[in-house]
C-alpha cells in the first residue's frame, strides 16, 4: 500500500526535477530578505557580501565612476589606491569586485563615515511589489549615538535572473558621493 502511494510521489518529485539543473535562476528571496542581506552586509563593512547584492547596472554605475577618477590621475596612484592595481589589472577586474576594492579603500581613509555606516541598527519592515520586476523595501534605521532619532528608508530593488537586487538606496547615495570626492580629496600620503 505505502508503495503504491510513494512511488507515483517519487516518479512526480523526479519529473519535476529533471530540468534543475539547466538555467534555474537562483533566487534571493523576496525583495526584503535582499534588503535585509544589504543592510546586514553594509553595516559589516563586507563590501564583497554587499557587492553581489547590487543590480548590475548600478555596479556598472560604480565601475564608470572608479575608472573616470583613475584616468583623471595621470600618476596611476588613485587608480591603485582605490582597486589595488594597475590599469591592465583594473580591466581584468569584475563590477563586484572594483566596487568592493573602491569603497573600502577610500573609507580607509574616512573613518567616519566607516562608523556611520557600522554604528547603527536598521530593521527591514517590509517590501512593496511594483509590477512584476519592481519592488520597495521600508527599512528603519537608527544611529548608535545618544541622542538619534530613527529615520524610516526605502531601497529601491528590480529582479534579475539571479533574484531581486538592489538598485539604489540612501547607503550608495552616500557611498557615491563620497567617491566623487576622492579625486579632489586625496593626495600624496604623508608618513
Known amino acids: 500500500m505505502l508503495s503504491r502511494v510513494l512511488l507515483p510521489?517519487?516518479?512526480a518529485c523526479v519529473a519535476s526535477?529533471?530540468?534543475v539543473g539547466a538555467q534555474v535562476p537562483r533566487e534571493s528571496g523576496p525583495p526584503a530578505a535582499t534588503a535585509d542581506r544589504f543592510l546586514r552586509s553594509v553595516r559589516?563593512?563586507?563590501?564583497d557580501?554587499?557587492?553581489e547584492l547590487i543590480h548590475p547596472e548600478t555596479l556598472a554605475r560604480f565601475s564608470t565612476l572608479v575608472s573616470t577618477i583613475a584616468a583623471a590621475d595621470a600618476t596611476g596612484e588613485t587608480g591603485r589606491s582605490l582597486t589595488g592595481t594597475d590599469p591592465d589589472g583594473f580591466a581584468a577586474l569584475s563590477q563586484e569586485q572594483i566596487f568592493a576594492r573602491a569603497i573600502a579603500s577610500m573609507l580607509t581613509d574616512m573613518p567616519g563615515l566607516?562608523?556611520?555606516l557600522h554604528d547603527r541598527d536598521d530593521f527591514v519592515l517590509g517590501h512593496v511589489i511594483?509590477?512584476?520586476?519592481?519592488a520597495h523595501a521600508v527599512y528603519r534605521t537608527l544611529a548608535r549615538i545618544g541622542g538619534a532619532v530613527a529615520e524610516v528608508k526605502v531601497i529601491q530593488l528590480v529582479r534579475t535572473d539571479s533574484g531581486w537586487r538592489i538598485f539604489w538606496s540612501d547607503e550608495l547615495e552616500v557611498l557615491d558621493a563620497a567617491l566623487r570626492g576622492?579625486?579632489?580629496n586625496?593626495?600624496?600620503?604623508?608618513?
Open 9 to 11: 510521489a517519487a516518479a
Open 44 to 47: 559589516a563593512l563586507r563590501w
Open 114 to 116: 566607516a562608523n556611520a
Open 186 to 191: 586625496r593626495g600624496p600620503r604623508l608618513g
Open 182 to 184: 576622492v579625486s579632489t
Open 130 to 134: 511594483e509590477g512584476a520586476d519592481s
Open 49 to 51: 557580501a554587499a557587492s
Open 17 to 19: 526535477f529533471a530540468g
